[in-house]
């Protein structure tokens, strides 16, 4: 017995038949954050990331806030570089970062540095740069993918960087958080296991606003973290939120001047420091 085949005409029939009825010939993709992240990860740009850091603790929920400021570069599936400046009541900081080597600024140019210094250049085999929100690593994809597959709740929810958001929100764990990053610290502690292990059970509450290109525009995570490791008990709340903006533009971060830049053996203490 010969096959037979569909002829052009019945199959574009077939099609028209099926959209009459609305079932759609060829369904819209998925929408998928985690793929979004990791075609900006392979691209050649970047995003600027804005941070205010909340810590309220005591009876009268006391409030220490700190800001900051950070523009990452991508390239080849990572975050090749990172531009840090930190605000806080203990003052200003910036931090330029690559892959092999780390500038620090030094404000006021303390005695150490030699005359016309204002950075301080250290080399190290790979740096681990990375975009966090409170203790969710969302550069990884892997954890983002972990994140959103916990989420509680889902409603259309403003604008951010000119484009609309979909706000998602839901809560994970420290312990969750832990088995996909093990860089994940609570109260100094880099490792929650052993005299530690009940940080692991610590809940982290998130909330996610997507634009329509499905990339992060905000992010706000809330936490009890312990006072310290030997008062588990007690805990300050900390928040931080974060804003999340040129997805789409080019961005190059560059290290400063070399003639401001001293390295660790042009540093000169003396026997008092």
């Known amino acids: 017995m010969g096959r037979w085949t569909l002829g052009p005409a019945l199959v574009l029939t077939a099609s028209i038949s099926l959209s009459i009825i609305g079932v759609p010939a060829e369904a819209a993709p998925r929408p998928d954050p985690v793929a979004a992240l990791k075609r900006k990860l392979n691209g050649h740009g970047g995003v600027r990331e804005s941070t205010v850091f909340r810590s309220v603790s005591g009876p009268k929920k006391d409030r ?4 900051a400021k950070t523009v990452f570069e991508f390239g080849g599936g990572e975050i090749v570089a990172s531009d840090l400046r930190f605000s806080s009541s203990l003052g200003d900081s910036r931090r330029i970062a690559f892959s092999d080597r780390v500038y620090v600024w030094e ?44 989420t509680t709740a889902k409603r259309p929810d403003g604008v951010y960087d000119g484009t609309r958001t979909t706000l998602y929100e839901g809560s994970t764990t420290i312990g969750e958080l832990y088995k996909l990053d093990p ?8 490792k929650p296991t052993g005299q530690h292990a009940s ?17 992060v525009r905000r992010c ?13 008990e007690d805990r300050h709340l900390v928040i931080s939120d974060e804003r999340y903006s040129g997805w789409h533009d080019p961005i190059d ?10 390295t660790r053996d042009e540093l000169v203490f003396s026997d008092d420091d």
């Open 107 to 150: 404000p006021g140019r303390p005695d150490y540095l030699p005359a016309g210094k204002s950075w301080i250049v250290s080399t190290t085999k790979k740096n681990d740069l990375f975009i966090s929100c409170g203790k969710i690593r969302l550069s990884d994809p892997a954890v983002l993918r972990h994140v959103l597959a916990t």
């Open 183 to 190: 860089s994940v610290w609570v109260d100094n502690v880099n």
């Open 64 to 67: 220490v806030t700190s800001r």
């Open 253 to 262: 971060v560059k290290p400063p001047p070399a003639e401001l830049v001293a």
């Open 199 to 215: 940080y692991r059970k610590l809940p982290v509450k998130w909330q996610l606003w997507l634009g329509s290109d499905q990339l």
């Open 220 to 232: 706000q995570t809330r936490y009890d973290e312990p006072d310290s490791i030997w008062n588990v």
